[in-house]
């Protein structure tokens, strides 16, 4: 008989219909606050997230300076909570992302922020949560409710939203198409097998995910849930940074995957993973252009900014199958709750 499904499991599984709901549903609400960011008009970017979230921000973080060519720079939360420092924001649009909508310090954050001139917008799971009633738009993600601790559907509807939010500010139709084809893509993704895996990680204590460009955010993101979930150290570095002193720890017993996305940075990843192969690390890397590296499965979407996508949803279902493979629960990993409300 087989096992009950894990909430992680079910959860990554209705990624597709809960994006395909997020585009659908809150359409409307990402035009207008897309076209609320065009008239202000702004001269920067600005970002207030923690965990996941942040891992989300880092990706809108790429995807803004490579659409719309303005810097973004992360705000500490505590900035304004601990500290009650007031930033001069005029001028800019703080981007605010938390699943629950509750935490004190991105929500005292948000407000900071508004009150020092700039235009905020909430990217949320919880429609009237506090941060939602604190920015002047809010983005309900509409990924449903998430049991797992492992968060995964509301990661992916957060950064589907903040890249729809840019399209629609900058007017960028190709991107709108490439976002409204990533339900499918998804469904693809999370049939790829990445078990393969498996082997070179029993016995070892660590994990190397490399990234660069957009696919570096998700390379945070999935270290994170490997701690998570696992119960095994993960450490996500940039595809170019690794080779300076993270190459010190790299060898037989020490693992690495190689998240490339089909955008500018392939050949560099592929070339970093090529390379720590060739000091005889286990290396995986998810692209055709490797010689030595295992080649993973992988989706492509046909545009360098959602292609990073589907790589979080096959990663998710090793996650939650290795995770199950140790003999552990995904859905209760230690010391861990749902929601953590800093302060």
């Given at each position: 008989m087989n096992a009950p499904k894990t909430h992680m499991r079910r959860e990554i599984e209705e990624i597709p219909d809960a994006t395909a709901r997020l585009l659908?549903?809150?359409?409307?609400?990402?035009s207008e606050a897309g076209r609320g960011i065009r008239q202000h008009e702004p001269q920067f970017i600005v970002t207030v997230a923690r965990g996941s979230s942040d891992h989300a921000a880092t990706f809108m973080k790429y995807a803004v300076e490579l659409t719309a060519?303005?810097?973004?720079?992360?705000v500490g939360p505590s900035i304004a909570s601990i500290y009650g420092t007031k930033l001069r924001l005029r001028g800019s649009a703080c981007l605010a992302i938390s699943q629950s909508g509750k935490s004190p310090d991105i929500v005292a954050m948000a407000e900071a922020a508004k009150a020092g001139g700039a235009l905020t917008v909430a990217i949320t799971n919880t429609a009237d949560s506090p941060l939602a009633r604190a920015s002047d738009?809010?983005?309900?993600?509409?990924?449903?409710?998430?049991?797992?601790?492992?968060?995964?559907?509301?990661?992916?509807?957060s950064a589907v939203a903040g890249l729809a939010l840019m399209a629609h500010a900058t007017g960028d139709t190709a991107l709108l198409e490439a976002l409204a084809r990533l339900p499918e893509h998804f469904r693809k993704a999370i049939a790829c097998d990445w078990m393969g895996l498996a082997g070179a990680l029993e016995k070892r204590q660590s994990l190397f995910i490399l990234g660069r460009g957009p696919s570096f955010a998700i390379a945070s993101e999935a270290a994170l849930k490997f701690k998570e979930t696992c119960g095994m150290?993960?450490?996500?570095?940039?595809?170019?940074?690794?080779?300076?002193?993270?190459l010190a720890l790299v060898g037989p017993d020490f693992?690495?995957?190689?998240?490339?996305?089909?955008?500018?940075?392939?050949?560099?990843?592929?070339?970093?993973?090529?390379?720590?192969?060739?000091?005889?690390?286990?290396?995986?890397?998810?692209?055709?252009?490797?010689?030595s590296a295992v080649r993973l499965p992988h989706v492509a979407t046909g545009?360098?900014?959602?292609d990073p996508l589907p790589l979080i949803v096959s990663f998710y279902m090793f996650a939650e199958a290795f995770a199950r493979h140790r003999g552990l629960d995904p859905d209760t990993p230690p010391n861990l709750r749902k929601v953590t409300e800093t302060v």
């Amino acid at each position: 008989m087989n096992a009950p499904k894990t909430h992680m499991r079910r959860e990554i599984e209705e990624i597709p219909d809960a994006t395909a709901r997020l585009l659908d549903s809150s359409g409307a609400v990402l035009s207008e606050a897309g076209r609320g960011i065009r008239q202000h008009e702004p001269q920067f970017i600005v970002t207030v997230a923690r965990g996941s979230s942040d891992h989300a921000a880092t990706f809108m973080k790429y995807a803004v300076e490579l659409t719309a060519g303005l810097a973004v720079a992360s705000v500490g939360p505590s900035i304004a909570s601990i500290y009650g420092t007031k930033l001069r924001l005029r001028g800019s649009a703080c981007l605010a992302i938390s699943q629950s909508g509750k935490s004190p310090d991105i929500v005292a954050m948000a407000e900071a922020a508004k009150a020092g001139g700039a235009l905020t917008v909430a990217i949320t799971n919880t429609a009237d949560s506090p941060l939602a009633r604190a920015s002047d738009h809010a983005i309900d993600i509409l990924a449903g409710p998430e049991r797992s601790v492992a968060a995964t559907k509301t990661f992916v509807n957060s950064a589907v939203a903040g890249l729809a939010l840019m399209a629609h500010a900058t007017g960028d139709t190709a991107l709108l198409e490439a976002l409204a084809r990533l339900p499918e893509h998804f469904r693809k993704a999370i049939a790829c097998d990445w078990m393969g895996l498996a082997g070179a990680l029993e016995k070892r204590q660590s994990l190397f995910i490399l990234g660069r460009g957009p696919s570096f955010a998700i390379a945070s993101e999935a270290a994170l849930k490997f701690k998570e979930t696992c119960g095994m150290h993960a450490e996500a570095f940039s595809a170019a940074e690794v080779m300076h002193g993270p190459l010190a720890l790299v060898g037989p017993d020490f693992p690495v995957l190689a998240l490339a996305a089909r955008d500018a940075s392939e050949p560099s990843v592929a070339e970093a993973a090529d390379a720590l192969s060739g000091k005889g690390a286990p290396v995986f890397v998810t692209s055709g252009l490797a010689t030595s590296a295992v080649r993973l499965p992988h989706v492509a979407t046909g545009h360098p900014l959602t292609d990073p996508l589907p790589l979080i949803v096959s990663f998710y279902m090793f996650a939650e199958a290795f995770a199950r493979h140790r003999g552990l629960d995904p859905d209760t990993p230690p010391n861990l709750r749902k929601v953590t409300e800093t302060v």
